[in-house]
């Protein structure tokens, strides 16, 4: 009898349930057309009897994987072997315990955490699953990707591919995108290809000429980028002494990341690694709530899989209809047809989640909060932050719960909404520069 692989692609379609090899490069089931997951065979996989035992890598981080912040955590994402692994040093990222802000919003002392994902190589999150999804990129041989951005995907595309050799190109939206992400993609020598259109526009032409030119996705419909992102719940429980927080409160968009957290909660507690399973609160912009829309107004649910696609069909041609197209400062969270809707809404039920909208004013309220006590951040990154007041004020989370809020990206992504909103005096957090005359007496006044 032939040994089982330690990883296989299988669609999350319960009346499909097709199976693939990690050896083949899909990025939907080519059965049904659903979204595929990777599910391992954990009778293959020698994984720790403790997630403290990855403490221990720590003291040899000059080998390369256990420097990195997602390969460190290599049994639990153990898709391809570690010759085809690629890592430029991600994931050497920051859980900061921060009572200034904590106090200010209302929570006690000790209790909240600022996940900074903005140390990462090309400045967010997307590093986490990039240096995953490249991995099997190199595994099946691939030369040249795509994929669809509001920004921080670009960018980290662009930084992995320029690394691994390979040829890219990025797709964005007219007038769609914040300069310090595309920036990013010009310097990595992306092949940059602005369309006429938002995201979902975006998202529907990559898919297309990836189909035709056989080009590798980078997009998070690709099941391999979420894997590299579930390491972003490691690092928070490592963060806390290997304790898992009451809450994760994360901004939504194209919902890899909430789908992603939920599948690392799912198998640490399968693996008995973990006691409980916090719960997760996903926070959207209101010009972008199209989650907010379903769960909340649709009762749209996971429902074990099967998921009632009219609701999500019959929403999705009222936009259409209204000639509708999200609008928010938080641009990396600006998308109104989420790729991984239907994972995420398994995160929901799995984690007993909550999901929320908050204006733009309440965003960039948090995001001036944010940085006055102590870490810059990217507008969509605030959004966790507003959503947590959000959620005190219902008393949904209790301040002496343990929360640790996803800051998704750094403060130079979008220098524009920050200069804007204190030289504007855009809200009540605002600190502009004054003007004074080049006198010492003057300027000694206004420093009183």
Same mark, same amino acid.
């Given at each position: !009898?032939?040994?089982?692989?330690?990883?296989?692609q299988?669609c999350?379609n319960?009346?499909?349930?097709?199976?693939?090899?990690?050896?083949?490069?899909?990025?939907?089931?080519?059965?049904?057309?659903?979204?595929?997951?990777? &599910?391992?065979?954990?009778?293959?996989?020698?994984?720790?009897?403790?997630?403290?035992?990855?403490?221990?890598?720590?003291?040899?981080?000059?080998?390369?994987?256990?420097?990195?912040?997602?390969?460190?955590?290599r049994?639990?994402?153990d898709?391809c072997?570690?010759?085809?692994?690629?890592?430029?040093?991600?994931g050497?990222?920051?859980?900061?315990?921060?009572?200034?802000?904590?106090?200010?919003?209302?929570?006690?002392?000790?209790?909240?955490?600022l996940?900074?994902?903005?140390?990462?190589?090309s400045?967010?999150?997307?590093?986490?699953? !990039?240096?995953?999804?490249?991995?099997?990129a190199?595994?099946?041989?691939?030369?040249?990707?795509?994929?669809?951005?509001?920004g921080?995907?670009?960018?980290?595309?662009?930084?992995?591919a320029?690394?691994?050799g !390979?040829?890219?190109?990025?797709?964005?939206?007219?007038?769609?995108i914040?300069?310090?992400?595309?920036?990013?993609?010009?310097?990595?020598?992306?092949?940059t290809i602005?369309? !006429?259109g938002?995201?979902?526009d975006?998202?529907?032409?990559?898919?297309a000429?990836?189909?035709?030119?056989?080009?590798?996705?980078?997009?998070?419909?690709?099941?391999?980028?979420?894997?590299? &992102?579930?390491?972003?719940?490691y690092?928070?429980?490592?963060g806390?002494?290997?304790?898992v927080?009451?809450?994760?409160v994360?901004?939504?968009?194209?919902?890899?990341?909430?789908?992603?957290?939920?599948?690392?909660?799912?198998?640490?507690?399968?693996?008995?690694?973990?006691?409980?399973?916090?719960?997760?609160?996903?926070?959207?912009?209101?010009?972008?709530?199209?989650?907010?829309?379903?769960?909340?107004?649709?009762?749209?649910?996971?429902?074990?899989?099967?998921?009632?696609?009219k609701?999500i069909?019959?929403f999705?041609?009222e936009?259409?209809?209204k000639?509708?197209?999200?609008?928010?400062?938080?641009?990396?969270?600006?998308?109104?047809?989420?790729?991984n809707l239907?994972?995420?809404?398994?995160?929901?039920?799995?984690?007993?989640?909550?999901?929320?909208?908050?204006?733009?004013?309440a965003?960039?309220?948090?995001?001036a909060?944010?940085?006055?006590?102590?870490?810059g951040?990217?507008?969509?990154?605030?959004?966790?932050?507003?959503?947590l007041?959000?959620?005190?004020?219902?008393?949904?989370i209790?301040?002496d719960e343990?929360?640790?809020?996803?800051?998704?990206?750094?403060?130079?992504?979008?220098?524009?909404?920050?200069?804007n909103?204190?030289?504007?005096?855009?809200?009540?957090?605002?600190?502009?520069p004054?003007?004074?005359?080049?006198?010492?007496? &003057?300027?000694?006044?206004?420093?009183?």
């Amino acid at each position: !009898m032939a040994e089982k692989p330690k990883a296989y692609q299988k669609c999350i379609n319960p009346d499909c349930g097709a199976e693939f090899s990690c050896a083949e490069a899909f990025f939907k089931c080519p059965k049904c057309g659903d979204l595929l997951d990777i &599910q391992y065979n954990w009778d293959q996989i020698d994984t720790p009897k403790k997630l403290a035992d990855f403490s221990k890598r720590w003291a040899t981080k000059n080998n390369r994987l256990d420097f990195s912040g997602v390969w460190r955590f290599r049994e639990l994402l153990d898709f391809c072997g570690d010759n085809f692994k690629v890592s430029i040093g991600e994931g050497q990222t920051l859980l900061q315990q921060n009572d200034m802000l904590g106090e200010f919003i209302g929570m006690k002392a000790g209790k909240l955490y600022l996940q900074y994902e903005g140390l990462n190589p090309s400045g967010s999150f997307k590093d986490n699953g !990039m240096t995953a999804a490249f991995s099997h990129a190199k595994m099946v041989g691939a030369k040249s990707c795509a994929c669809a951005s509001t920004g921080n995907t670009s960018a980290a595309v662009a930084l992995y591919a320029h690394h691994s050799g !390979m040829k890219c190109t990025v797709f964005i939206g007219s007038g769609r995108i914040a300069f310090g992400k595309l920036s990013q993609a010009m310097d990595y020598g992306a092949n940059t290809i602005q369309i !006429m259109g938002d995201f979902d526009d975006c998202m529907k032409q990559v898919q297309a000429v990836c189909t035709e030119l056989k080009l590798y996705l980078l997009n998070s419909l690709n099941p391999f980028r979420l894997e590299g &992102q579930k390491t972003i719940m490691y690092r928070i429980i490592e963060g806390l002494g290997w304790n898992v927080p009451d809450w994760i409160v994360v901004p939504g968009g194209n919902l890899g990341n909430s789908s992603a957290f939920g599948k690392a909660f799912a198998e640490l507690k399968h693996l008995g690694l973990i006691n409980k399973i916090p719960r997760l609160a996903i926070i959207n912009a209101t010009g972008a709530d199209t989650l907010t829309e379903l769960v909340n107004n649709r009762n749209l649910k996971w429902n074990g899989g099967r998921i009632d696609n009219k609701i999500i069909n019959d929403f999705y041609t009222e936009l259409t209809a209204k000639n509708f197209s999200p609008h928010t400062c938080a641009s990396a969270i600006e998308i109104s047809r989420p790729v991984n809707l239907k994972k995420c809404l398994r995160a929901i039920e799995l984690c007993n989640g909550v999901v929320r909208a908050v204006s733009d004013q309440a965003i960039t309220d948090a995001k001036a909060l944010i940085g006055k006590y102590g870490l810059g951040c990217e507008p969509a990154s605030a959004a966790s932050v507003a959503g947590l007041e959000l959620l005190l004020a219902e008393k949904i989370i209790k301040p002496d719960e343990t929360v640790a809020c996803v800051l998704t990206g750094h403060c130079l992504k979008d220098p524009n909404v920050t200069v804007n909103y204190h030289k504007e005096k855009g809200g009540k957090f605002s600190n502009p520069p004054v003007e004074s005359p080049n006198d010492l007496e &003057q300027i000694i006044k206004l420093m009183s």
